[in-house]
């Protein structure tokens, strides 16, 4: 890589992120939308979510006393650089694919972990009582959902791997092209568990509820953000959505990528991802209650678990099979 091309990523990563960012704020006014009509309310307009951010980036960061101002300020946007990169990463069967300097899904396991990274140091650094016990429950809520997240990354890799002739595929463009030709592995019965897997991870993964712990209104306040406000807030939410936006392209990414190319490619990608968005947010908040800390950190550590052994069992004995 010459030093023109070194040059462009840090461009090509701020356009792909500030085409997330729209893209997400859009998927949430409608998440707030479908939220509402499902509880028999109006709700808020599409675009309510770009007010929110907009109203927050005019206020003032309020810093509260005791705690430590550099980090307190600085931490949300390093969340929102982190899950920027993360989506320079995803590709889009068809429309985009990511620059290889950027890193493979290894590099992108990391990166997803850096938020849930943040709202602990922040919780921890505000001070603020509700932010140290939200810092534990994120952190029990992480090591809870980690755990079957790398099952699943596992189990696609070592499937994709195997099936070109070699041990282990980390990079999502092959996985995609690999897909292309061979059938989505959402067909694949052996990769059924990881599928599973995946899809019950995301609400913890996004502090969706009913796995929204760390920050339960009725109980912390908000837990780490109780103390954020002005632009600090709106980079947590700026982080949020970009994550969301990560988070349910990987899904479509790993287990139904599609074959089409072009503006056709694209806008297939953005209706599953769409379609994903509101099944994981809405409908799932508006049929299940808050579960308590040491409920959902069990869920994890039972069936999601279970069903990413399960899958990884099944692709190693495929593979010696084969």
């Not at 650089?81 to 990391?110: E, I, K, N, S, T």
Request: proline share 7%.
């Amino acid at each position: 890589m010459n030093q023109f091309e070194s040059l462009l990523i840090p461009i090509w990563v701020m356009v792909v992120a500030l085409s997330g960012l729209a893209i997400g704020l859009l998927a949430k006014g409608a998440d707030r939308i479908l939220l509402a009509r499902l509880q028999r309310r109006i709700g808020p307009p599409l675009l309510q979510p770009f007010f929110d951010v907009a109203k927050l980036m005019r206020k003032h960061s309020m810093v509260p006393e005791g705690s430590f101002a550099a980090l307190f300020l600085y931490l949300p946007a390093a969340g929102v650089c982190a899950m920027a990169v993360a989506l320079a990463l995803v590709p889009v069967p068809g429309w985009y694919q990511p620059p290889a300097a950027l890193g493979d899904m290894l590099v992108l396991l990391y990166l997803l972990a850096v938020p849930a990274v943040v709202i602990m140091l922040s919780g921890s650094v505000s001070g603020s009582t509700f932010g140290a016990i939200g810092f534990s429950r994120e952190m029990s809520m992480m090591l809870a959902y980690e755990g079957p997240l790398l099952l699943v990354l596992l189990s696609v890799a070592i499937h994709v791997g195997v099936a070109q002739g070699g041990v282990i595929c980390l990079s999502l463009t092959e996985i995609i092209a690999w897909q292309q030709v061979n059938g989505s592995l959402v067909t694949n019965p052996w990769l059924w568990p990881a599928l599973l897997a995946f899809l019950s991870v995301i609400p913890a993964n996004l502090g969706v509820p009913p796995f929204d712990v760390p920050e339960a209104e009725s109980e912390l306040l908000e837990g780490p953000l109780l103390e954020y406000s002005g632009p600090a807030l709106a980079m947590f939410k700026l982080m949020s959505t970009l994550k969301s936006v990560v988070v349910f392209s990987l899904a479509v990414v790993l287990f139904w990528p599609g074959a089409l190319s072009g503006i056709a490619a694209l806008a297939a990608h953005l209706l599953k991802c769409l379609v994903l968005f509101l099944l994981a947010r809405a409908l799932l908040r508006a049929s299940v209650g808050r579960m308590r800390i040491d409920q959902a950190f069990l869920f994890y550590f039972k069936w999601p678990e279970l069903l990413g052994v399960l899958s990884l069992a099944l692709v190693l004995l495929g593979s010696l099979r084969g």
